[in-house]
């Protein structure tokens, strides 16, 4: 991984003689601020002197590099970086890892497909990870294959690329991870994908992690079936607003008052309306915000006794969702 100090020599003649100097002072503090200056020239020129910065000697110099090649989406940048993912320093492994993540062109993202397989789990899971939103149509084999990695951080990237694909061919497996991986955040990870599919086969699923021993997959299934909409889910989701987790209550009532409130809203009145004394503001206001898009004058009571709530934003809920239902009462009147 390192190489001496003279390798600097091979760019004599591209770099101004202050710059070489530095680069090739034994002190590895100069050589990394030389680097940074450098780079903060942005000289498309100089690129190879940071790719040859990622072998240096020193681990501080090499993380420098790492960090200032996350700019470049040419093949050599992205080469060192995956170079850098196996460095005998976890600095520097982390920073090229973060810097693969700002790729922003599928192409660049080519050389690092074969890192899917590779032996170490850390370089797998930064690889999938860097793929991730470059939505490049060739990772959806390998990305498919890792659904069945022995390394959940592995499986949990693996579903974040497909997610992004969007690959219903993928469909089925997510589901199997969101109902029985044995971590719960490849559940929830599993439970958000699903959140693109276009039917109804994915619901089991989302309903068995609506009661997941994991609070953090339910509320992740209770925000991911009011993305759907499925009104067959209304009764668990209903369910929900007394769970003992408020963020898996707010995520349910938003569910409900956003999705799913002409279809069958009204049945979730009264958990929505007891939720208008829970401690948490927020749920308070979501709880109010659903009640008003739902409708119902059933809800009017607890509404106006909520009218002198101590949080500013729950009351300004409260009078919305009652401008809502009289509006919805003189629409049906009329």
Not at 90 to 118: C, D, F, I, W
Not at 148 to 157: F, G, P
Not at 184 to 192: I, K, P
Not at 220 to 248: C, H, M, N
Request: hydrophobic residues 50%; proline residues 5%.
């Amino acid at each position: 991984m390192t190489q001496a100090l003279s390798s600097y020599h091979d760019f004599a003649d591209l770099l101004p003689p202050a710059h070489l100097v530095r680069l090739l002072d034994s002190d590895a503090g100069v050589r990394r601020i030389a680097l940074a200056d450098l780079a903060d020239e942005e000289d498309p020129e100089h690129l190879p002197v940071l790719v040859a910065a990622a072998s240096d000697a020193d681990p501080q110099v090499r993380q420098e590099a790492a960090e200032r090649l996350a700019t470049w989406e040419e093949p050599a940048a992205v080469g060192a970086l995956a170079r850098l993912l196996t460095d005998q320093d976890t600095a520097v492994r982390g920073a090229a890892a973060q810097s693969l993540t700002a790729l922003k062109t599928p192409q660049a993202g080519q050389p690092l497909l074969a890192l899917t397989e590779h032996p170490d789990a850390f370089v797998r899971t930064a690889a999938l990870r860097a793929l991730r939103e470059l939505r490049l149509a060739d990772a959806l084999v390998p990305a498919q294959a890792r659904l069945a990695d022995t390394d959940a951080q592995v499986r949990r990237e693996a579903v974040g690329v497909l997610g992004w694909l969007r690959a219903p061919q993928a469909l089925e497996a997510i589901a199997r991870l969101a109902s029985e991986d044995a971590d719960a955040e490849v559940r929830r990870a599993a439970t958000g994908a699903l959140g693109y599919a276009t039917d109804a086969s994915v619901q089991p699923a989302l309903l068995q992690a609506l009661r997941d021993e994991a609070w953090q997959v339910r509320e992740e299934a209770a925000a991911t079936l009011g993305k759907l909409r499925f009104a067959e889910s209304a009764p668990e989701l209903i369910f929900a607003l007394d769970d003992a987790y408020w963020q898996v209550s707010l995520r349910a009532a938003r569910a409900l008052g956003r999705s799913l409130a002409r279809s069958c809203g009204k049945d979730a009145v009264p958990a929505l309306a007891a939720l208008l004394v829970r401690p948490v503001a927020n749920l308070r206001k979501e709880a109010a915000l659903a009640l008003g898009e739902i409708g119902s004058k059933a809800a009017v009571p607890a509404l106006l006794a909520a009218e002198q709530d101590g949080d500013p934003e729950v009351r300004k809920s409260v009078r919305l969702a009652l401008t809502q239902i009289a509006a919805f009462a003189l629409e049906r009147a009329s």
